[in-house]
Antibody
């Protein structure tokens, strides 16, 4: 059974860079696409983009200028960096396995990131 | 403002059937597959339907998906109190070049 777990700081200061890592267990990161999705408190879902295990990426155009996705197959991890954060970036951040369709069949439990000074 | 439009809430009695609509356009739903997710309070979304009609292993056949033109529908029969959750639709938008989601529908089983 594939499991995903997000990790990273729960508090980030405005204008700084948010960094999160997703660790995949119970299966290999290879041969699949992996995404980040966030959910502001009380609101809906927003997709950041996906990364393939080879490192190729596809970003949400509305976030592309601030987002960097990376992957490390040796540790079965992939990561998100979001630059120049503001209070509007406060959300629960989820990592998920991205299948062609597209759809997301495995999700992490999510991690709350608050942007505040 | 979400690209896909869902009703904010629906309700029905235990044992009854409910449908949740997801309205889009020819750049998303009409020409792409739709997926549906169930989000129980305080938990991550869970895949219910993929490819507009298909259920992953382990999802009971009480849940069904359909699509017609620019709209998709999630059906739930034999409602249980444990079905109380937020439900989201999602698909690809070919003009925006991104995954888009509906705003979510809160299901109450009264």
């Amino acid at each position: 059974q594939v499991q995903l777990q997000e990790s990273g700081p729960g508090l980030v200061k405005p204008s700084e860079t948010l960094s999160l890592t997703c660790t995949v267990s119970g299966g290999s990161i290879s041969d699949y696409y992996w995404s980040w999705i966030r959910q502001p408190p009380g609101k809906g879902l927003e997709w950041f983009g996906y990364i393939y295990y080879t490192g190729s990426t596809n970003y949400n155009p509305s976030l592309k200028s601030r987002v960097t996705l990376s992957v490390d197959t040796s540790t079965n991890q992939f990561s998100l960096k979001l630059s120049s954060v503001t209070a509007a970036d406060t959300a629960v951040y989820y990592c998920a396995r991205h299948r062609p369709g597209p759809y997301f069949d495995y999700w992490g439990q999510g991690t709350l990131v608050t942007v505040s000074s | 403002q979400s690209v896909l439009t869902q009703p904010p809430s629906v309700s029905a009695a235990p044992g009854q059937k409910v449908t949740i609509s997801c309205s889009g356009s020819d750049s998303n739903i009409e020409n792409n597959y739709v997926s549906w997710y169930q989000q129980l309070p305080g938990t991550a979304p869970k895949l219910l339907i993929y490819g507009s009609y298909n259920r992953p292993s382990g999802i009971p056949d009480r849940f069904s998906g359909s699509k017609s033109g620019t709209s998709a529908t999630l059906g739930i029969t034999g409602l249980q109190t444990g079905d109380e959750a937020d439900y989201y639709c999602g698909t690809w938008d070919s003009i925006l070049s991104t995954v888009v989601f509906g705003g979510g529908t809160k299901l109450a089983v009264l």
